[in-house]
């Protein structure tokens, strides 16, 4: 017989029950509706409560997105609560964000009174259809005395198999009423192993191969899977390519490392995929920013290893597909007999050549007027500290990014899959908070930057000196680049008339500067790493150079 359990309300059950299951922060826009959780974590030191801005619009998406990210960075549900029906609907954002990214995360919304619901109430939301297609569970907890449970499975489903987001509502009375409630230990994950059998066919098809690419994607990865994925890799002389935004996944300085497959690939790369003749993906969904739209892949052999069953052959059939965590596929990948004399050193050598030309800035190429931000990534490349966390929200200038900064670490690229506008700076606040011994380094467009710039009043509240580069063009530059494709000439609702960012950031009380030549950036970029808050740099860039080779002729 357990001893008796206190009388408590919803909300300290509630806050009890993340405590349990090792939540040390939590993301939040406070709402009158879940009053009892901000009274309890009051009352929980253990938790930090992280209170970001803008209810009414972006803060809410931020705070969901904040949650994403943790979720990335430390593979635990990131933890966002929200006020019901506005509140909501704005974190639906990260919601989406963490869909597409396969990240687990938990957005709690306070909730009508459960008596009123159906009636109409005062911002009431039935959250089952509102979030049913997005997230993996949808849940309403109507009864005070099952809150360990809810949340003990909310915690399980957000984890298992591929990673996602779980939506909690929490009716106002329940969270109120008092009563008793049985605390529960948190749920162990289950994790898929690949059957032997599979691997020793999945042995076969390799040594059979003349030109193999190993793709590596997806989440669920930890050091110890990036570790082992290392030893096959180095084993077998494989190629690697990363999906879409999961760069970090491989060292991008390693011999074997031959670029990524999303937005802005290399077409020698792309080439290349098509050439393969088998194709190892490892933990990647193959959707379609990492398929080039659907037509990289489909005439290839597929080994196809993924977490969820649902996944595999859901937009390509595999040759072989197994269903395994990536943590258990690269485990039982290095235990592989590596492939003696493979035929494809030639290949991996060349492909390893292809990367380094397209990632090293072109210095036969200068900016038009202003900075040019080749340059600046080049730089970077060089001085950020192995460590360093990226992130990056949705435009142009993250090709940029993506293309001439070579990740190192598992854990460092934290960029929305989903191309999410504005995530890049909530990520990095939440980056820093987590690690803040690292440097933190935010990309946004100046469209991007405008989604979320109240939350630098964030990073000043709770200490999070990170560094925003905002790469200004005045323009929506990846809707004017499809505009000009499309409908030439006609330039519809993307050019922006943009406020003084370094104003604007002074006015937070961030260091901030503007850069017009690339050669002044080395020394703004030290003066804001060391500035000890957080800090903006403006970068002003010509804005007829929307990619880092094409060039339009007029701006
Ligand atoms: C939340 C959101 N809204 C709209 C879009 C569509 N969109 C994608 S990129 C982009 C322009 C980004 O502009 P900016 O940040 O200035 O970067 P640039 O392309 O100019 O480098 C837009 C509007 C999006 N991806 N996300
Ligand atoms: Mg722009």
Request: charged share 20%; net charge negative; hydrophobic share 45%.
């Given at each position: 017989?357990?001893?008796?359990?206190?009388?408590?309300?919803?909300?300290?059950?509630?806050?009890?029950?993340?405590?349990?299951?090792?939540?040390?922060?939590?993301?939040?826009?406070?709402?009158?509706?879940?009053?009892?959780?901000?009274?309890?974590?009051?009352?929980?030191?253990?938790?930090?409560?992280?209170?970001?801005?803008?209810?009414?619009?972006?803060?809410?998406?931020?705070?969901?997105?904040?949650?994403?990210?943790?979720?990335?960075?430390?593979?635990?549900?990131?933890?966002?609560?929200?006020?019901?029906?506005?509140?909501?609907?704005?974190?639906?954002?990260?919601?989406?964000?963490?869909?597409?990214?396969?990240?687990?995360?938990?957005?709690?919304?306070?909730?009508?009174?459960?008596?009123?619901?159906?009636?109409?109430?005062?911002?009431?939301?039935?959250?089952?259809?509102?979030?049913g297609?997005?997230?993996?569970?949808?849940?309403?907890?109507?009864?005070?005395?099952?809150?360990?449970e809810i949340?003990?499975?909310?915690?399980?489903?957000?984890v298992?198999?591929?990673?996602?987001?779980?939506?909690?509502?929490?009716?106002?009375?329940?969270?109120?009423?008092?009563g008793?409630?049985?605390?529960?230990?948190?749920?162990?994950?289950?994790?898929?192993?690949?059957?032997?059998?599979?691997?020793?066919?999945?042995?076969?098809?390799?040594?059979?191969?003349?030109?193999?690419?190993?793709?590596?994607?997806?989440?669920?990865?930890?050091?110890?899977?990036?570790?082992?994925?290392?030893?096959?890799?180095?084993?077998?002389?494989?190629?690697?390519?990363?999906?879409?935004?999961?760069?970090?996944?491989?060292?991008?300085?390693?011999?074997?490392?031959v670029?990524?497959?999303?937005?802005?690939v290399?077409?020698?790369?792309?080439?290349?995929?098509?050439?393969?003749?088998?194709?190892?993906?490892?933990?990647?969904?193959?959707?379609?920013?990492?398929?080039?739209?659907?037509?990289?892949?489909?005439?290839?052999?597929?080994?196809?290893?993924?977490?969820?069953?649902?996944?595999?052959?859901?937009?390509?059939?595999?040759?072989?597909?197994?269903?395994?965590?990536?943590?258990?596929?690269?485990?039982?990948?290095?235990?592989?007999?590596?492939?003696?004399?493979?035929?494809?050193?030639?290949?991996?050598?060349?492909?390893?050549?292809?990367?380094?030309?397209?990632?090293?800035?072109?210095?036969?190429?200068?900016?038009?007027?202003?900075?040019?931000?080749?340059?600046?990534?080049?730089?970077?490349?060089?001085?950020?500290?192995?460590?360093?966390?990226?992130?990056?929200?949705?435009?142009?200038?993250?090709?940029?990014?993506?293309?001439?900064?070579?990740?190192?670490?598992?854990?460092?690229?934290?960029?929305?899959?989903?191309?999410?506008?504005?995530?890049?700076?909530?990520?990095?606040?939440?980056?820093?908070?987590?690690?803040?011994?690292?440097t933190?380094?935010?990309?946004?467009?100046?469209?991007?930057?405008m989604?979320?710039?109240?939350?630098?009043?964030?990073?000043?509240?709770?200490?999070?000196?990170v560094?925003?580069?905002?790469?200004?063009?005045?323009?929506?530059?990846?809707?004017?680049?499809?505009?000009?494709?499309?409908?030439?000439?006609?330039?519809?609702?993307?050019?922006?008339l943009?406020?003084?960012?370094?104003?604007?950031?002074?006015?937070?009380?961030?260091?901030?500067?503007?850069?017009?030549?690339?050669?002044?950036?080395?020394?703004?970029?030290?003066?804001?790493?060391?500035?000890?808050?957080?800090?903006?740099?403006?970068?002003?860039?010509?804005?007829?150079q929307?990619?880092?080779?094409?060039?339009?002729?007029?701006?």
């Amino acid at each position: 017989m357990s001893a008796p359990s206190p009388v408590r309300n919803g909300g300290q059950i509630l806050v009890e029950a993340l405590r349990r299951n090792g939540v040390d922060k939590v993301f939040c826009v406070p709402g009158e509706s879940y009053l009892p959780v901000l009274d309890a974590l009051h009352a929980t030191p253990d938790i930090r409560t992280i209170v970001t801005r803008h209810e009414g619009a972006a803060a809410n998406m931020a705070a969901a997105n904040m949650a994403d990210a943790y979720g990335k960075l430390t593979g635990r549900p990131g933890i966002c609560f929200v006020t019901r029906g506005p509140g909501a609907t704005h974190a639906a954002n990260g919601v989406h964000t963490a869909s597409e990214d396969s990240t687990p995360m938990i957005l709690f919304i306070g909730q009508v009174d459960s008596r009123f619901l159906g009636r109409g109430a005062f911002q009431e939301v039935d959250y089952q259809q509102m979030f049913g297609g997005m997230a993996k569970w949808v849940a309403q907890a109507v009864r005070l005395e099952r809150l360990p449970e809810i949340v003990a499975r909310a915690f399980a489903v957000a984890v298992a198999g591929r990673p996602g987001p779980v939506v909690v509502a929490l009716p106002e009375d329940v969270l109120f009423g008092a009563g008793e409630a049985v605390d529960l230990p948190p749920p162990r994950p289950a994790r898929a192993a690949p059957p032997a059998a599979a691997m020793v066919q999945l042995r076969t098809l390799l040594a059979a191969a003349q030109r193999p690419l190993l793709i590596a994607g997806g989440s669920g990865w930890d050091a110890a899977a990036v570790a082992a994925l290392k030893r096959f890799v180095h084993a077998n002389g494989l190629p690697v390519a990363a999906s879409f935004r999961r760069q970090d996944l491989f060292d991008n300085r390693d011999e074997h490392y031959v670029g990524q497959l999303g937005l802005g690939v290399s077409p020698r790369l792309a080439e290349r995929v098509r050439q393969a003749d088998l194709l190892l993906v490892v933990g990647s969904r193959l959707a379609e920013a990492t398929s080039s739209g659907y037509s990289l892949f489909g005439g290839q052999p597929l080994i196809h290893i993924h977490a969820d069953p649902d996944e595999l052959g859901r937009a390509y059939p595999a040759t072989l597909p197994i269903n395994a965590s990536p943590a258990c596929a690269a485990e039982a990948l290095a235990a592989l007999p590596p492939v003696a004399d493979p035929a494809w050193r030639a290949w991996t050598a060349e492909a390893r050549t292809d990367y380094l030309d397209h990632s090293t800035p072109p210095a036969s190429h200068p900016a038009l007027s202003g900075v040019d931000f080749a340059r600046v990534m080049g730089h970077l490349d060089t001085v950020l500290p192995d460590d360093a966390i990226i992130a990056n929200g949705a435009g142009n200038y993250t090709v940029w990014v993506h293309r001439f900064y070579r990740y190192r670490q598992p854990a460092t690229e934290l960029a929305p899959t989903n191309g999410a506008m504005g995530y890049g700076l909530p990520a990095a606040i939440c980056a820093k908070l987590e690690h803040p011994e690292r440097t933190v380094v935010c990309f946004a467009g100046d469209g991007c930057f405008m989604m979320y710039p109240q939350e630098l009043a964030t990073a000043m509240q709770f200490g999070a000196p990170v560094v925003v580069i905002v790469v200004n063009n005045g323009m929506l530059g990846t809707i004017r680049m499809h505009q000009e494709r499309e409908f030439p000439g006609r330039v519809a609702a993307t050019p922006l008339l943009n406020p003084d960012f370094v104003a604007l950031a002074q006015a937070f009380g961030a260091h901030a500067e503007r850069v017009e030549r690339s050669e002044d950036f080395p020394a703004a970029f030290a003066r804001a790493t060391a500035a000890g808050v957080p800090a903006l740099i403006e970068l002003r860039v010509d804005p007829r150079q929307i990619t880092p080779q094409a060039r339009l002729t007029e701006a």
